[in-house]
C-alpha cells in the first residue's frame, strides 16, 4: 500500500482536523471582528479616561506572541480559579489578540475618517452610537478590507499554534497520522494544501468584496 | 519564582534570540537574493518563485516546523532541531523579506539610474554603489516589522522541542506549580524586544523619510 | 552639415581640460543619419550634427520636438535604431560589426561623457563631496584622495565647496544643480550634456547655474546644452540648433541664427521668446 493510499484511508481525520480548525477559526475570527469594532467605539472618545488604558491594552498585545496569550489563558488563568479548557483559551486567546490587531486597523483608517461626514451627521441629529454604527463603521471596515484580509491569513495561521495547547486541529490531525504511520512528508504536504488552499479561498473573497465596495462608491468618498 | 527559574527564562530568551537572530539575518539575504532572480523573470524559476512564496505566506510556522523537523528522516537526513528550527523560521520569513526588498527595486527612482549609467557606471556598479545603499534604507522599516513577526512566530519552534522563551514556561512550572509568574515575566521578556524593534523602526522610518530628496 | 558652424560669439578656445587621447581635428560628437521612434511615432528624423572640441552647441525647439531624445542618445540613455555617434572618435553603443556593445565597454564610453539633468538626479544617500568622488572612484579607480582632492577644487569652481558635507536633500534647487555639474565634470568628460537644467529652479536660481555653465564655456569645455533661455543661448553658443518634430530646420552662428533666421518657422518661435 503507498502512503498516498494509506493517507486516504485516513482521510475521515483530515476532514475533522479541517472542520476543527474552520471552526476555531471562524468562531474567534467573528469574535475578534466584534471586539475590534467594540475598542474602535470605546476609542471614540466617549469616555477620555478610558482611551489611554485601552491604547496601552491594544498595543501591548500587539508586542506580544499569540501562543504566549493562550499560555495565559490556559495555564495562567487556574490561578485566579478560572478554568477554561483548551479549545476556549484557543479560541478566546485568538479572538482577544487578532480583535486588538483590527482594533488597530480600524483606528489608523479612523485618523483619516473626513470630519465633515461626521458634522453633517450631527448637524442632522444622529446620535453618537447611530452615527458609529451606520456612518463610520461600515465605511471603515470597507475602506480596510485589504488589512482585514491579510489580518484573516494571520489568524487562520495562528490556529496553528493550537496544537502546543493540544487543541485538536489540522496540524494536531498531521502530526498523530505522520506518528501513527510514519508517513510525515505526505501528512504534512496535505495538510499545508489545505492551509494553503483556505488562504487562497478568503483573498479571492477580499477581492470580490473589493469589486463590490466600488461598485457601491464606497472608494471614492 | 526562585534563581533557577530566573535563570532558565533568561536562557529561553536567549534561546529565542539567537535562534530568531540567525534566522533573521539569512532570511533578508536570502529575499534580497530571491528578489534579484524574480527581478530576471526567468521562465519556469519565476514561477516556482511565486508558488514558493504564496505557500510560505500561507503555511503556519508550527506546521512548517513540524513538517521540516518529521520528514528529514525520511530523505536520510537527521536535523537537529535548532537547524530545523532555523531552517522552518527562515523559509518562512525569506518569502516576506523577497517582497519587501522586490518592491524596493521596482520603485527605486529611474532618474537616478540614469544619472549613474551617464557617468559610466556599469549596471553593476550602479547597483552595489547607488541602489542597494538605498534600497536598504528604503526597506528597513518593511525589514524590522518582518523581524517583530519572525518574533512573535518564533515560539512555534517550541512544537519541535527547542526550549525557547515561551516553552520555558512549562519547565519552570513543572517544578514551582505556579505557572502565572513564569509566563508574566516572559511577556515582559518579549515585549522588551519587540518593543525594541519597533523603536527601531521608527528610527528607520526617519532615516527612509530623510532620503526622499 | 559638418562645416556649417562658426566661431564668431567666442573670443578665446584654449585647449579643452578633458585629457582627451584623440587626435585634435575628430569632433568631440558626431552624430550621423540618427533617427529614434517611440511606438511608431519618429521622434529624431535623421539627424546629423557635429560638435567640434571646445564648442558649445545649444539646441532649441519647442516642446515634444525631439530635445532631450537627442541629447539622451548621444550617451545612449535612448538606443536609436538607425545612425551612427561617435565621442571622440569612438562609436558609442555598437561595435563595428553592427552588435550592440557590451555593458562594460558601453559603461566605457558613457565615462566620457557627462550629463545634467533637469532635476539634477543626485544621490540622496550621499553627502555632497561624495557625490562628485563616487564615479571617480568606482568607474576609473582613482585613489580616494586624490578623487577628494579634485572634487574640492571643481567644488570651488561652480562655488559650492562650503556645501562638501552636507546632503542634498538640504539644498536649493541651484545649489543641487552646481553640484550635479561638478558631478559630471569629475569625469573629465570629453563632452556635457544638459538637458534644460534651469527649468526646474525658481527664477531667481537660474542665473547661478547659467553663470557656471557660462564659465565653463569660456574655459572651453565642449557642451550640448538644450535651453529655453534665449539670452544665454544667444551669448553662450557657437552653434544653435533648432529641432522641430525630429528633424534639424535650421542651424546657424548665434548672431545669424538670432538675427536673421531662414525659416518663418524659426522667426515665430523667436518672437514668441524674446
Ligand atoms: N520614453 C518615451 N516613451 C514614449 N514616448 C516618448 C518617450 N520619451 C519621449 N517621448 C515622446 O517623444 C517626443 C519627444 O520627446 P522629448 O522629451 O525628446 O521632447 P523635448 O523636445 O525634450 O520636449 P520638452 O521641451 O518638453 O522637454 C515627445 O512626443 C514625447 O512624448
Ligand atoms: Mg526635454
Same mark, same amino acid.
Given at each position: 500500500?503507498?502512503?498516498?493510499?494509506?493517507?486516504?484511508?485516513?482521510?475521515?481525520?483530515?476532514?475533522?482536523?479541517?472542520?476543527?480548525?474552520?471552526?476555531?477559526?471562524?468562531?474567534?475570527?467573528?469574535?475578534?471582528?466584534?471586539?475590534?469594532?467594540?475598542?474602535?467605539?470605546?476609542?471614540?472618545?466617549?469616555?477620555?479616561?478610558?482611551?489611554?488604558?485601552?491604547?496601552?491594552?491594544?498595543?501591548?498585545?500587539?508586542?506580544?506572541?499569540?501562543?504566549?496569550?493562550?499560555?495565559?489563558?490556559?495555564?495562567?488563568?487556574?490561578?485566579?480559579?478560572?478554568?477554561?479548557?483548551?479549545?476556549?483559551?484557543?479560541?478566546?486567546?485568538?479572538?482577544?489578540?487578532?480583535?486588538?490587531?483590527?482594533?488597530?486597523?480600524?483606528?489608523?483608517?479612523?485618523?483619516?475618517?473626513?470630519?465633515?461626514?461626521?458634522?453633517?451627521?450631527?448637524?442632522?441629529?444622529?446620535?453618537?452610537?447611530?452615527?458609529?454604527?451606520?456612518? @463610520?463603521?461600515?465605511?471603515?471596515?470597507?475602506?480596510?478590507?485589504?488589512?482585514?484580509?491579510?489580518?484573516? @491569513?494571520?489568524?487562520?495561521?495562528?490556529?496553528?499554534?493550537?496544537? @502546543? @495547547?493540544?487543541?485538536?486541529?489540522?496540524?494536531?490531525?498531521?502530526?498523530?497520522?505522520?506518528?501513527?504511520?510514519?508517513?510525515?512528508?505526505?501528512?504534512?504536504?496535505?495538510?499545508?494544501?489545505?492551509?494553503?488552499?483556505?488562504?487562497?479561498?478568503?483573498?479571492?473573497?477580499?477581492?470580490?468584496?473589493?469589486?463590490?465596495?466600488?461598485?457601491?462608491?464606497?472608494?471614492?468618498? | 519564582?526562585?534563581?533557577?527559574?530566573?535563570?532558565?527564562?533568561?536562557?529561553?530568551?536567549?534561546?529565542?534570540?539567537?535562534?530568531?537572530?540567525?534566522?533573521?539575518?539569512?532570511?533578508?539575504?536570502?529575499?534580497?537574493?530571491?528578489?534579484?532572480?524574480?527581478?530576471?523573470?526567468?521562465?519556469?524559476?519565476?514561477?516556482? %518563485?511565486?508558488?514558493?512564496?504564496?505557500?510560505?505566506?500561507?503555511?503556519? %510556522?508550527?506546521?512548517?516546523?513540524?513538517?521540516?523537523?518529521?520528514?528529514?528522516?525520511?530523505?536520510?537526513?537527521?536535523?537537529?532541531?535548532?537547524?530545523?528550527?532555523?531552517?522552518?523560521?527562515?523559509?518562512?520569513?525569506?518569502?516576506?523579506?523577497?517582497?519587501?526588498?522586490?518592491?524596493?527595486?521596482?520603485?527605486?527612482?529611474?532618474?537616478?539610474?540614469?544619472?549613474?549609467?551617464?557617468?559610466?557606471?556599469?549596471?553593476?556598479?550602479?547597483?552595489?554603489?547607488?541602489?542597494?545603499?538605498?534600497?536598504?534604507?528604503?526597506?528597513?522599516?518593511?525589514?524590522?516589522?518582518?523581524?517583530?513577526? %519572525?518574533?512573535?512566530?518564533?515560539?512555534?519552534?517550541? &512544537?519541535?522541542?527547542?526550549?525557547?522563551?515561551?516553552? &520555558?514556561?512549562?519547565?519552570?512550572?513543572?517544578?514551582?506549580?505556579?505557572?502565572?509568574?513564569?509566563?508574566? &515575566?516572559?511577556?515582559?521578556?518579549?515585549?522588551?524586544?519587540?518593543?525594541?524593534?519597533?523603536?527601531?523602526?521608527?528610527?528607520?522610518?526617519?532615516?527612509?523619510?530623510?532620503?526622499?530628496? | 552639415?559638418?562645416?556649417?558652424?562658426?566661431?564668431?560669439?567666442?573670443?578665446?578656445?584654449?585647449?579643452?581640460?578633458?585629457?582627451?587621447?584623440?587626435?585634435?581635428?575628430?569632433?568631440?560628437?558626431?552624430?550621423?543619419?540618427?533617427?529614434?521612434?517611440?511606438?511608431?511615432?519618429?521622434?529624431?528624423?535623421?539627424?546629423?550634427?557635429?560638435?567640434?572640441?571646445?564648442?558649445?552647441?545649444?539646441?532649441?525647439?519647442?516642446?515634444?520636438?525631439?530635445?532631450?531624445?537627442?541629447?539622451?542618445?548621444?550617451?545612449?540613455?535612448?538606443?536609436?535604431?538607425?545612425?551612427?555617434?561617435?565621442?571622440? $572618435?569612438?562609436?558609442?553603443?555598437?561595435?563595428?560589426?553592427?552588435?550592440?556593445?557590451?555593458?562594460?565597454?558601453?559603461?566605457?564610453?558613457?565615462?566620457?561623457?557627462?550629463?545634467?539633468?533637469?532635476?539634477?538626479?543626485?544621490?540622496?544617500?550621499?553627502?555632497?563631496?561624495?557625490?562628485?568622488?563616487?564615479?571617480?572612484?568606482?568607474?576609473?579607480?582613482?585613489?580616494?584622495?586624490?578623487?577628494?582632492?579634485?572634487?574640492?577644487?571643481?567644488?570651488?569652481?561652480?562655488?559650492?565647496?562650503?556645501?562638501?558635507?552636507?546632503?542634498?536633500?538640504?539644498?536649493?534647487?541651484?545649489?543641487?544643480?552646481?553640484?550635479?555639474?561638478?558631478?559630471?565634470?569629475?569625469?573629465?568628460?570629453?563632452?556635457?550634456?544638459?538637458?534644460?537644467?534651469?527649468?526646474?529652479?525658481?527664477?531667481?536660481?537660474? $542665473?547661478?547655474?547659467?553663470?557656471?555653465?557660462?564659465?565653463?564655456?569660456?574655459?572651453?569645455?565642449?557642451?550640448?546644452?538644450?535651453?529655453?533661455?534665449?539670452?544665454?543661448?544667444?551669448?553662450?553658443?557657437?552653434?544653435?540648433?533648432?529641432?522641430?518634430? $525630429?528633424?534639424?530646420?535650421?542651424?546657424?552662428?548665434?548672431?545669424?541664427?538670432?538675427?536673421?533666421?531662414?525659416?518663418?518657422?524659426?522667426?515665430?518661435?523667436?518672437?514668441?521668446?524674446?
Amino acid at each position: 500500500m503507498s502512503n498516498w493510499q494509506i493517507l486516504w484511508q485516513a482521510r475521515d481525520q483530515f476532514w475533522s482536523g479541517f472542520l476543527s480548525t474552520m471552526t476555531i477559526f471562524g468562531c474567534a475570527i467573528s469574535a475578534a471582528f466584534v471586539i475590534g469594532c467594540v475598542l474602535l467605539y470605546l476609542l471614540e472618545g466617549s469616555r477620555p479616561r478610558l482611551a489611554v488604558p485601552l491604547r496601552v491594552f491594544i498595543d501591548g498585545m500587539r508586542m506580544l506572541p499569540f501562543l504566549i496569550l493562550a499560555y495565559l489563558l490556559y495555564y495562567g488563568l487556574p490561578s485566579f480559579g478560572i478554568r477554561l479548557d483548551a479549545w476556549w483559551s484557543g479560541v478566546g486567546a485568538l479572538a482577544v489578540y487578532h480583535g486588538c490587531y483590527i482594533a488597530e486597523i480600524f483606528r489608523g483608517s479612523r485618523l483619516t475618517f473626513p470630519p465633515g461626514q461626521i458634522e453633517a451627521a450631527q448637524a442632522h441629529g444622529f446620535t453618537r452610537s447611530k452615527m458609529f454604527l451606520r456612518l @463610520i463603521l461600515p465605511q471603515i471596515v470597507m475602506q480596510t478590507r485589504p488589512l482585514l484580509g491579510n489580518q484573516l @491569513i494571520y489568524a487562520l495561521k495562528d490556529t496553528a499554534f493550537l496544537v @502546543i @495547547i493540544t487543541v485538536q486541529e489540522l496540524t494536531a490531525a498531521a502530526n498523530s497520522l505522520s506518528g501513527t504511520y510514519f508517513i510525515p512528508t505526505e501528512a504534512f504536504i496535505v495538510v499545508i494544501g489545505f492551509y494553503w488552499a483556505v488562504s487562497i479561498v478568503m483573498e479571492v473573497i477580499v477581492k470580490q468584496c473589493g469589486r463590490f465596495g466600488s461598485r457601491r462608491g464606497f472608494d471614492n468618498v | 519564582m526562585n534563581a533557577s527559574a530566573w535563570h532558565m527564562l533568561l536562557e529561553g530568551a536567549w534561546t529565542t534570540l539567537w535562534i530568531s537572530g540567525v534566522s533573521i539575518a539569512m532570511g533578508v539575504t536570502a529575499g534580497l537574493i530571491l528578489a534579484l532572480i524574480r527581478l530576471a523573470r526567468v521562465p519556469v524559476i519565476d514561477q516556482l %518563485l511565486v508558488l514558493y512564496i504564496s505557500l510560505a505566506r500561507a503555511t503556519p %510556522l508550527v506546521t512548517l516546523a513540524l513538517f521540516i523537523f518529521l520528514s528529514a528522516p525520511t530523505f536520510g537526513l537527521q536535523l537537529d532541531r535548532n537547524v530545523a528550527g532555523i531552517l522552518a523560521l527562515t523559509l518562512n520569513t525569506t518569502a516576506f523579506n523577497a517582497e519587501i526588498w522586490r518592491s524596493a527595486f521596482r520603485n527605486f527612482s529611474r532618474e537616478q539610474r540614469e544619472a549613474a549609467m551617464a557617468t559610466g557606471m556599469t549596471p553593476w556598479i550602479t547597483f552595489r554603489r547607488i541602489m542597494l545603499p538605498q534600497m536598504v534604507i528604503t526597506s528597513l522599516p518593511g525589514l524590522i516589522n518582518e523581524m517583530s513577526f %519572525l518574533i512573535k512566530g518564533s515560539p512555534a519552534i517550541a &512544537v519541535i522541542g527547542i526550549v525557547d522563551l515561551t516553552r &520555558v514556561t512549562n519547565r519552570i512550572s513543572a517544578v514551582t506549580y505556579e505557572p502565572l509568574p513564569p509566563i508574566l &515575566v516572559a511577556c515582559v521578556l518579549y515585549m522588551a524586544i519587540i518593543g525594541g524593534l519597533v523603536w527601531a523602526q521608527r528610527v528607520a522610518e526617519r532615516r527612509a523619510n530623510r532620503l526622499a530628496v | 552639415m559638418s562645416d556649417l558652424h562658426a566661431t564668431a560669439g567666442r573670443q578665446a578656445t584654449p585647449e579643452p581640460p578633458a585629457a582627451g587621447n584623440s587626435h585634435v581635428t575628430t569632433a568631440a560628437v558626431s552624430i550621423r543619419n540618427l533617427s529614434k521612434s517611440f511606438d511608431d511615432v519618429e521622434v529624431l528624423r535623421d539627424v546629423n550634427l557635429e560638435v567640434k572640441q571646445g564648442d558649445v552647441v545649444t539646441i532649441l525647439g519647442s516642446s515634444g520636438s525631439g530635445k532631450s531624445t537627442l541629447l539622451r542618445c548621444i550617451n545612449w540613455l535612448e538606443q536609436p535604431e538607425r545612425g551612427t555617434i561617435h565621442i571622440a $572618435g569612438e562609436r558609442i553603443g555598437m561595435n563595428a560589426d553592427g552588435r550592440p556593445m557590451s555593458v562594460k565597454a558601453l559603461a566605457r564610453v558613457r565615462a566620457r561623457t557627462g550629463m545634467v539633468f533637469q532635476s539634477f538626479n543626485l544621490w540622496p544617500h550621499l553627502n555632497v563631496l561624495h557625490n562628485v568622488t563616487e564615479a571617480p572612484i568606482h568607474v576609473l579607480g582613482q585613489p580616494r584622495q586624490e578623487a577628494e582632492a579634485r572634487a574640492r577644487e571643481l567644488l570651488d569652481k561652480v562655488g559650492m565647496s562650503h556645501k562638501q558635507d552636507a546632503y542634498p536633500n538640504t539644498l536649493s534647487g541651484g545649489q543641487k544643480q552646481r553640484v550635479a555639474i561638478a558631478r559630471a565634470l569629475a569625469m573629465q568628460p570629453e563632452v556635457m550634456l544638459f538637458d534644460e537644467p534651469t527649468s526646474a529652479l525658481d527664477p531667481e536660481l537660474v $542665473g547661478e547655474v547659467l553663470g557656471v555653465i557660462k564659465a565653463l564655456s569660456a574655459e572651453g569645455y565642449t557642451m550640448v546644452i538644450v535651453t529655453h533661455e534665449m539670452a544665454f543661448s544667444r551669448a553662450v553658443s557657437d552653434q544653435v540648433v533648432f529641432l522641430e518634430k $525630429g528633424l534639424i530646420i535650421e542651424q546657424a552662428d548665434p548672431e545669424t541664427f538670432f538675427t536673421r533666421p531662414r525659416t518663418e518657422r524659426v522667426q515665430r518661435f523667436l518672437e514668441r521668446h524674446q
